[in-house]
C-alpha cells in the first residue's frame, strides 16, 4: 500500500462493510481495517460503531486505547492520510464524556480513569470494618450519569396479568425499608496476580476491589410482587438495566435468577442508601441493585429497568465478558456460551498489613487482613504462615458476627505472633475457609484464566525484618 495517498472525507466514510472494506481515520491518518474487526478485544460491533469515520470520538470514551501497544498495532492497517480540510474538529476530538464525572477521593489508587476505576490502599481497605463511601472501590464501565432523583423512575416491566410500574424514589421508599451489610466484590479483584503468571486482558486490580457497606432500600421481592411477578415453574431471569450507556445507546445490564430474587431469605435490595446516605454517584445514585453474595457486576448502578425474562440478559457484560475458563482457553479458542455467568463467588482472603516489600522490626509482628466467600457462605477460619505456608496459626476474626447461610459481609482478621528469632525475611501467607469447607487454592497458575477473573489464590506478602 502506499501510504502516502491522500483520501477524502467522503470516500473513507463509504467504507463501512467487508465487502467494501472497513476504513476508520485518526488524526490525519487513513485505516483499512477490515482483517481486524473479528479480532477486536472490544469486540467487532463496538469498533464497527466507527467504520467510515474518525475514532477520536470513541476512543474519548474507552481510555483502553490510550496505549502505545494499541497504536501501534493500528499503525499496521494504515492506508494513507486524511486530505488536511477533512480532519475531525478538535471539538469533537476533544469532546470529553466523563467531563460530567464526579470528583473522587485522593486516596484512591486509579486504576483507569476513563472510565474510573479504582480501589482503596490496603492501609485504609481494612481500617474500618465498613468501607467509607468516599474511598469505596468504583469500577464504572462508562461515563457516570447525572440523574435528576425528582425526574427519576424505575421501570419495572409487569407480568402478565400484571401491571408495569413506574416508580419515583418516594415510590419507592414506601416499599419496607430493608437495610443489610453486604460485601461487594468485583471478579477481577486480584487480577495483577494472575497477570504475573500470564498477560489478562482486563483492569490491573490489586487486592482492593473489594469493600463493605450498609445498604438500604426495597426489597427487590417486593417490588416483583407489586407488578404480579411469582416464582416460576420454568427458568426465568431477572434483568437489570442501568442508565449508563455506549455511544449507541447501548446501556450496562446483567442478570440473576428469578429464583433468587423473589426470595425474601436472599435479601435482594433496590438500593438508595449507602451507609445513611443517599448513593453517591459513583455507586449508582439515586438507585442500584444489591446481590447479596453474588459478583459486583451484577449489582446493577443508576438502575432504570428491571424485567423478568425467559433467558439470561443479552448484556455483554452477562454473556462476553465475566465467565471463567480452563487455563488451556485462549481468545482463538474461547467460547463463552459454554461457561455459565458468575454469579456466587469463591472464598477469598488477602493481607492488608504488613504491606509487600515493607521492612519489619524483629520482635513481634501484627497481620491484618479480610475474608469473605460468596452464596452467603460464613468464613469459619483464616489461617496464617509465616514460612511460606510451612506451617501455620488461626487468625482472630473480628468485625460484625455472620449469620448462617446469610453472611453477606466480609470477616476482617489479624493475628499477633512473635518474629521467629533469627528471621531475616518472612513470607506472610493467608487462606481462609468458608462454612461449606471451601478453602483457596494455594497458587494461581492452576486457575489462571484469560479474562483474569475469580484470583483467589493464597495471598501473600513478602517482608525484611531489621535485625
Ligand atoms: C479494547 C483496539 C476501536 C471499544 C481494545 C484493545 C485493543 C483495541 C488493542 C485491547 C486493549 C488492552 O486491553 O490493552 C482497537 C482498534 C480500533 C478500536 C485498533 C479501531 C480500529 C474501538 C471502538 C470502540 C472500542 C470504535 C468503541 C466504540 C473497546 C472497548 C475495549 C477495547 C470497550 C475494552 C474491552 C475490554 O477490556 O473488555 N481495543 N479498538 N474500540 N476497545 Fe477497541
Ligand atoms: N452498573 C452499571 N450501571 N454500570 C457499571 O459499569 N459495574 C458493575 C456493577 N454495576 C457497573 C454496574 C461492576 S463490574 C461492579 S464490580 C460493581 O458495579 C462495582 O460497584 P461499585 O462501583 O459501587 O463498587
Same mark, same amino acid.
Request: aromatic share 8%; glycine share 8%; proline share 9%.
Given at each position: 500500500?502506499?501510504?502516502?495517498?491522500?483520501?477524502?472525507?467522503?470516500?473513507?466514510?463509504?467504507?463501512?462493510?467487508?465487502?467494501?472494506? !472497513?476504513?476508520?481515520?485518526?488524526?490525519?491518518?487513513?485505516?483499512?481495517?477490515?482483517?481486524?474487526?473479528?479480532?477486536?478485544?472490544?469486540?467487532?460491533?463496538?469498533?464497527?460503531?466507527?467504520?467510515?469515520?474518525?475514532?477520536?470520538?470513541?476512543?474519548?470514551?474507552?481510555?483502553?486505547?490510550?496505549?502505545?501497544?494499541?497504536?501501534?498495532?493500528?499503525?499496521?492497517?494504515?492506508?494513507?492520510?486524511?486530505?488536511?480540510?477533512?480532519?475531525?474538529?478538535?471539538?469533537?476530538?476533544?469532546?470529553?464524556?466523563?467531563?460530567?464525572?464526579?470528583?473522587?477521593?485522593? /486516596?484512591?489508587?486509579?486504576?483507569?480513569?476513563?472510565?474510573?476505576?479504582?480501589?482503596?490502599?490496603?492501609?485504609?481497605?481494612?481500617?474500618?470494618?465498613?468501607?467509607?463511601?468516599?474511598?469505596?472501590?468504583?469500577?464504572? *464501565?462508562?461515563?457516570?450519569?447525572?440523574?435528576?432523583?425528582?425526574?427519576?423512575?424505575? *421501570?419495572?416491566?409487569?407480568?402478565?396479568?400484571?401491571?408495569?410500574?413506574?416508580?419515583?424514589?418516594?415510590?419507592?421508599?414506601?416499599?419496607?425499608?430493608?437495610?443489610?451489610?453486604?460485601?461487594?466484590?468485583?471478579?477481577?479483584?486480584?487480577?495483577?496476580?494472575?497477570?504475573?503468571?500470564?498477560?489478562?486482558?482486563?483492569?490491573?486490580?490489586? !487486592?482492593?476491589?473489594?469493600?463493605?457497606?450498609?445498604?438500604?432500600?426495597?426489597?427487590?421481592?417486593?417490588?416483583?410482587?407489586?407488578?404480579?411477578?411469582?416464582?416460576?415453574?420454568?427458568?426465568?431471569?431477572?434483568?437489570?438495566?442501568?442508565?449508563?450507556?455506549?455511544?449507541?445507546?447501548?446501556?450496562?445490564?446483567?442478570?440473576?435468577?428469578?429464583?433468587?430474587?423473589?426470595?425474601?431469605? /436472599?435479601?435482594?435490595?433496590? /438500593?438508595?442508601?449507602?451507609?445513611?446516605?443517599?448513593?453517591?454517584?459513583?455507586?449508582?445514585?439515586?438507585?442500584?441493585?444489591?446481590?447479596?453474595?453474588?459478583?459486583? #457486576?451484577? *449489582?446493577?448502578?443508576?438502575?432504570?429497568?428491571?424485567?423478568?425474562?425467559?433467558?439470561?440478559?443479552?448484556?455483554?457484560?452477562?454473556?462476553?465478558?465475566? $465467565?471463567?475458563?480452563?487455563?488451556?482457553?485462549?481468545?482463538?479458542?474461547?467460547?463463552?456460551?459454554?461457561?455459565?455467568?458468575?454469579?456466587?463467588?469463591?472464598?477469598?482472603?488477602?493481607?492488608?498489613?504488613?504491606?509487600?516489600?515493607?521492612?519489619?522490626?524483629?520482635?513481634?509482628?501484627?497481620?491484618?487482613?479480610? #475474608?469473605?466467600?460468596?452464596?452467603?457462605?460464613?468464613?469459619?477460619?483464616?489461617?496464617?504462615?509465616?514460612?511460606?505456608?510451612?506451617?501455620?496459626?488461626?487468625?482472630?476474626?473480628?468485625?460484625?458476627?455472620?449469620?448462617?447461610? $446469610?453472611?453477606?459481609?466480609?470477616?476482617?482478621?489479624?493475628?499477633?505472633?512473635?518474629?521467629?528469632?533469627?528471621?531475616?525475611?518472612?513470607?506472610?501467607?493467608?487462606?481462609?475457609?468458608?462454612?461449606?469447607?471451601?478453602?483457596?487454592?494455594?497458587?494461581?497458575?492452576? !486457575?489462571?484464566?484469560?479474562?483474569?477473573?475469580?484470583?483467589?489464590?493464597?495471598?501473600?506478602? *513478602?517482608?525484611?525484618?531489621?535485625?
Amino acid at each position: 500500500q502506499d501510504s502516502t495517498r491522500v483520501y477524502t472525507k467522503e470516500e473513507v466514510s463509504s467504507h463501512t462493510s467487508p465487502e467494501t472494506g !472497513i476504513w476508520v481515520t485518526l488524526g490525519s491518518e487513513v485505516f483499512d481495517v477490515t482483517e481486524f474487526v473479528d479480532l477486536h478485544p472490544g469486540g467487532p460491533s463496538k469498533l464497527m460503531l466507527a467504520a467510515g469515520g474518525p475514532l477520536e470520538p470513541f476512543w474519548a470514551l474507552y481510555g483502553v486505547h490510550n496505549q502505545s501497544h494499541v497504536r501501534e498495532l493500528l499503525a499496521q492497517y494504515k492506508i494513507g492520510e486524511l486530505n488536511p480540510e477533512d480532519k475531525v474538529p478538535p471539538a469533537l476530538e476533544t469532546s470529553d464524556p466523563y467531563a460530567d464525572d464526579p470528583v473522587r477521593h485522593p /486516596a484512591l489508587q486509579v486504576n483507569s480513569q476513563r472510565p474510573f476505576n479504582a480501589e482503596p490502599p490496603p492501609e485504609l481497605l481494612t481500617e474500618n470494618y465498613i468501607t467509607p463511601n468516599p474511598i469505596f472501590f468504583t469500577r464504572n *464501565h462508562l461515563p457516570v450519569p447525572n440523574l435528576d432523583p425528582d425526574t427519576y423512575r424505575l *421501570h419495572v416491566v409487569g407480568a402478565p396479568g400484571g401491571q408495569s410500574l413506574s416508580l419515583s424514589l418516594d415510590d419507592l421508599y414506601k416499599f419496607p425499608k430493608h437495610e443489610i451489610t453486604v460485601t461487594l466484590q468485583c471478579a477481577g479483584n486480584r487480577r495483577s496476580e494472575m497477570t504475573q503468571v500470564k498477560e489478562v486482558k482486563g483492569l490491573e486490580w490489586k !487486592i482492593g476491589a473489594i469493600s463493605t457497606a450498609r445498604w438500604a432500600g426495597a426489597r427487590l421481592c417486593d417490588v416483583l410482587a407489586q407488578a404480579g411477578h411469582q416464582l416460576r415453574e420454568t427458568e426465568a431471569h431477572v434483568c437489570f438495566e442501568g442508565l449508563d450507556s455506549d455511544p449507541t445507546g447501548t446501556a450496562y445490564g446483567a442478570s440473576i435468577p428469578l429464583a433468587r430474587a423473589m426470595d425474601p431469605e /436472599a435479601e435482594v435490595l433496590l /438500593a438508595y442508601e449507602m451507609n445513611g446516605q443517599p448513593l453517591p454517584r459513583d455507586h449508582g445514585f439515586p438507585v442500584r441493585v444489591v446481590v447479596p453474595g453474588v459478583v459486583g #457486576a451484577r *449489582h446493577v448502578k443508576w438502575l432504570g429497568r428491571v424485567s423478568v425474562e425467559p433467558e439470561e440478559s443479552c448484556s455483554h457484560w452477562q454473556r462476553r465478558d465475566y $465467565k471463567g475458563f480452563s487455563p488451556s482457553v485462549d481468545w482463538d479458542t474461547v467460547d463463552f456460551d459454554s461457561a455459565p455467568s458468575i454469579q456466587e463467588l469463591p472464598v477469598q482472603s488477602a493481607i492488608t498489613e504488613p504491606r509487600d516489600g515493607e521492612t519489619i522490626e524483629s520482635g513481634e509482628v501484627t497481620v491484618k487482613g479480610y #475474608a469473605w466467600s460468596g452464596g452467603g457462605r460464613a468464613v469459619i477460619r483464616v489461617d496464617v504462615s509465616l514460612d511460606g505456608g510451612l506451617t501455620w496459626q488461626a487468625a482472630e476474626l473480628c468485625g460484625e458476627g455472620q449469620r448462617p447461610r $446469610k453472611a453477606w459481609a466480609w470477616r476482617l482478621w489479624q493475628l499477633q505472633v512473635p518474629v521467629p528469632p533469627g528471621q531475616k525475611e518472612l513470607n506472610i501467607v493467608c487462606k481462609a475457609v468458608d462454612d461449606s469447607y471451601n478453602v483457596q487454592p494455594d497458587t494461581v497458575a492452576p !486457575i489462571w484464566n484469560l479474562r483474569g477473573v475469580l484470583s483467589n489464590a493464597w495471598h501473600h506478602v *513478602h517482608v525484611r525484618v531489621t535485625p
